[in-house]
């Protein structure tokens, strides 16, 4: 009788530990405790299997936690148990688990060991998940094909219990997004996100990351950071660490260009793994930050990075992965001049592996790398034959692989002097670009894209300006400048609304703390940057836009709207400024020399009038001022003055990259309209007149801001005044909203590491340009009358975000702002008769170069003001 309860107690045991098991599979926070107690219990017995069962769960459920080393300690004792006493099945099952945790550990071989022995031992019913974990380890040292073969087989085997065919699943969407299958990825991604709830919810969190991995892998991804930040939900919800997330993330960011951000991912996912001891994602997360570090910029990072990538990945013998690192390496080599003898040899062996197995996007950045080092090497033979692979490969690719595949055709092209082929390629990647960026949800990240297209932007105009026909360089400069600007998607303020009312009420409580104590409220400013972050996510991650979306226009269109201007497109070809003129006959190639002058001078205005604004003795403010006066007289010899354009002859400026800070106002004595592409000031010339209500602001804290509101408002019929006190954000959007015309005299605050950001200071707080774009607001024409408000930030691929160019995106016709910070009350010298000139009917630019022509210029801040102020738009 004593021996039959034995044997019961027994079963209940090893029931109780193989449902702690299964448990901990899907949900090991939840089990964890389970398994440890019965775990206890079977050790107290004496019970040798139920510990062996037991061992296993817990194991499981450290794995999860990535205490891999807790883990295998685990499972050693569990296979000794299993050994001793002749348990051969439960053997194989400890085996089968104890690669998981080899793999995670960089021990492919010593995972392969146990999984061939275990193969030997596993009863028919485990036989599914040893296929799983073969194939897994297959997929991790480079035998895609192999292993997606087998998760195939799993997948679709009836036997094979729910929570393996799943992790089948979500594995196999990988491996076939690595293989270039992007439907089939997505399906089978689909299905494991269907399967996981009916396991748990840890492999829910899994399946979610994984597919949005394969979202990103195929393009699409907006969407995959939506799935980034629902899988780290899940995962923190389920007691899980995060780094996996963090490592996926920061490379879509990357993506994305959003670079400091993926950078900061990657380095936080590096230091989580490498403190719980999981060598195999760790080295995955230092390749990631080698390849981010290299976008930036940072090629000492990057090489660091990369040759401790190499070594890890060595170690691990996981010799796919090592080439990828290599890649990154040599690359990093070339760009920092110190390609060495070998490096060509060891790239094109990481190629071959690469190609070799089936890793298609990397084995296209692999071949552009090869050409580009055998370029530098004089191997020029071997660079063609590896970009025309690279271009042949990348066809059925993801959007961002065929834009590498169109570079190295046009690098081919232009080794064999074939510029029509050149000019081919580069305007089919263009296009690429041009339809990857019209689905992008947000401002920002459509600026950053245009990144991607600048190199195949620079080969283009190669071949055109050797061509000498000016109409085709401005044709080809307008498909790559300002582009993010005329895509633009319905406003979506309702995403956000909550978190931009939070984000104001926070600034506020900023400013009075400064105000109350001078000094900086730390903790306040780390809540702002938490709330900023949280509403670029936000924007990141709406659904695709469907708004207007603009299209270049050509040299022949824009001249037909001229009516007797010039415009004058500044264009950066490598380190040289070339102008391309077009006027009511012809358009004009005007080479301009070396760009490092203008910005030189440029910079140096902008400091002299600086000093202007500020107190100082009589001498220092003369020696600013002829500082200020030399600087304008070099930019004139430099940017205008080999143009021949009549001194008269009102004047449109596109300018490129740097110069967008230029006093363009002050360079030529007609009126002056500025613009950040041809095709958004003829979208401002062609727009219709709005025929709103004027409003004027004044905000808080303005010297004299309700006088000038007040002299304002009178030269305008039934103007809406809104005094300091009543200039509250929500007012003020709604006042803007169908305005004509708006005056703001406020202050501002510009953010150049965070743009969208840029705000200016109502009574209740700021107003940004994130909260103008999302609501939508594009009065007729504005006057941003105090701060530098016009001092867009710049970005690759001679993008702009900032106030100006988020108006003139909107709708906007025309407005008036300084490049320079300028005094309070001496703009309002200005703002009188600048509108005088727009109640009697000129144009901004017109209205703007009467204002000047009556200032004062003797007096050091009216020259600022006859300086910075420059009129944006046709309108």
């Known amino acids: ?103 995670e550990l960089g021990r492919t071989d010593a995972a392969r060991r146990d999984l061939d022995r275990a193969a030997q031992l596993v009863s ?316 992008l949800p947000s401002m920002e990240l459509r600026a950053l894209a245009s990144g991607h297209g600048v190199e195949l932007g620079a080969l283009g105009l190669e071949v055109l300006l050797r061509s000498g026909r000016p109409a085709r360089v401005f044709d080809w400069t307008e498909r790559t400048r300002a582009a993010a600007l005329l895509a633009v998607a319905p406003p979506g303020a309702e995403d956000v609304g909550g978190e931009l009312a939070a984000l104001a009420a926070l600034r506020t409580e900023i400013t009075e703390a400064r105000r109350d104590t001078g000094a900086e409220p730390a903790d306040l400013l780390a809540r702002q940057a938490e709330g900023e972050a949280r509403i670029r996510r936000a924007t990141w991650r709406r659904a695709t836009p469907h708004g207007r979306a603009g299209s270049p226009r050509s040299a022949r269109d824009v001249r037909s709207l001229l009516d007797g201007r010039a415009l004058v497109s500044y264009v950066r070809h490598g380190a040289e400024l070339v102008a391309v003129v077009v006027d009511r006959s012809r358009s004009r190639l005007v080479p301009l020399g070396p760009l490092a002058p203008l910005r030189f001078e440029a910079d140096a205005l902008l400091f002299a009038l600086r000093r202007l604004t500020r107190a100082g003795s009589a001498a220092a403010l003369d020696s600013a001022r002829a500082s200020a006066e030399h600087a304008l007289d070099r930019l004139r010899e430099l940017a205008v003055a080999p143009l021949g354009i009549d001194a008269d002859t009102p004047l449109v400026v596109v300018p490129t990259g740097d110069t967008h800070r230029v006093a363009w106002s002050a360079l030529h004595r007609g009126p002056v309209e500025v613009a950040s592409s041809a095709s958004l000031w003829a979208a401002t010339r062609a727009g219709p007149a709005r025929s709103g209500p004027v409003v004027v602001v004044a905000g808080p804290d303005l010297a004299g801001a309700a006088a000038e509101a007040g002299a304002v408002a009178a030269h305008h019929r039934a103007a809406r005044v809104l005094l300091p006190e009543e200039a509250t954000t929500g007012a003020v959007l709604d006042a803007m909203s169908g305005a004509g015309l708006v005056h703001l005299a406020c202050h501002g605050v510009l953010r150049a590491d965070n743009p969208m950001f840029s705000a200016l200071t109502m009574a209740d707080g700021p107003l940004t340009v994130h909260e103008l774009d999302l609501r939508g607001v594009a009065p007729g024409r504005i006057v941003l009358a105090s701060c530098d408000s016009a001092a867009d930030t710049t970005y690759a691929g001679d993008e702009v975000l900032g106030f100006v160019g988020a108006l003139l995106a909107r709708g906007t016709t025309g407005v008036v702002a300084s490049v320079v910070a300028v005094g309070d009350a001496e703009s309002a010298s200005l703002m009188e008769p600048l509108h005088a000139g727009l109640a009697a009917g000129l144009t901004m630019a017109d209205a703007l170069h009467r204002a000047r022509a009556g200032l004062d210029a003797r007096d050091h801040r009216q020259f600022v003001n006859w300086c910075g102020f420059t009129a944006y738009g046709a309108g």
């Open 1 to 103: 009788m004593t021996g039959a309860v034995d044997q019961s107690a027994s079963d209940g045991l090893l029931i109780r530990a193989v449902a702690a098991y299964d448990g901990a599979v899907g949900d090991p926070a939840a089990f964890r405790d389970d398994a440890r107690r019965v775990l206890t219990e079977a050790r107290r017995a004496g019970d040798v299997e139920s510990q062996v069962v037991a061992l296993r769960a817990v194991a499981w459920a450290e794995r999860a936690q990535l205490e891999n080393v807790r883990a295998l300690r685990l499972l050693q004792e569990a296979a000794r148990l299993a050994r001793r006493a002749r348990l051969p099945h439960r053997l194989g099952e400890v085996l089968t688990t104890r690669a998981a945790v080899h793999l």
């Open 124 to 439: 028919a019913a485990a036989t599914p998940d040893l296929s799983l974990k073969q194939a897994v380890l297959l997929c991790n040292i480079g035998r895609i094909d192999a292993g997606a073969q087998i998760l195939r087989a799993v997948v679709a085997a009836p036997e094979a219990p729910v929570d393996v065919r799943m992790r089948a699943a979500t594995n196999l969407s990988l491996a076939e997004s690595l293989l270039g299958h992007a439907a089939a990825a997505l399906r089978f991604g689909d299905l494991a996100v269907e399967l996981a709830p009916r396991v748990g919810p840890a492999l829910l969190a899994f399946a979610v990351l994984n597919r949005g991995i394969v979202l990103a892998q195929s393009g699409r991804v907006a969407e995959a950071l939506g799935q980034f930040e629902r899988a780290a939900a899940l995962m923190t919800a389920a007691g899980l660490p995060t780094g996996e997330v963090l490592v996926e993330h920061a490379e879509t960011l990357a993506a994305l260009r959003v670079l400091p951000e993926a950078s900061d991912l990657c380095r936080r996912a590096a230091e989580e793994l490498e403190r719980h001891h999981v060598p195999l994602m760790a080295a995955e997360a230092r390749l990631r930050q080698a390849e981010i570090a290299l976008l930036a910029g940072d090629v000492a990072t990057a090489a660091a990075a990369a040759e401790r990538a190499i070594e890890q990945f060595r170690g691990q013998r996981r010799f796919g992965w090592s080439a990828l690192a290599t890649v990154v390496a040599v690359e990093s080599a070339r760009q920092a001049g110190r390609v060495q003898e070998g490096d060509l040899d060891r790239v094109r062996r990481a190629a071959d592996v690469l190609a070799r197995l089936g890793m298609v996007s990397s084995a296209v950045e692999a071949d552009v790398v090869v050409g580009r080092v055998a370029a530098a090497t004089d191997r020029w033979a071997v660079a063609r034959r590896r970009w025309t692979a690279a271009c042949a490969r990348s066809r059925d690719g993801a959007v961002l692989v065929r834009l590498r595949g169109r570079l190295a055709g046009a690098l081919a092209a232009r080794s064999d002097g074939d510029g029509a082929a050149v000019l081919a390629h580069c305007r089919a990647g263009l296009a690429d670009l041009a339809a990857h960026r019209a689905v």
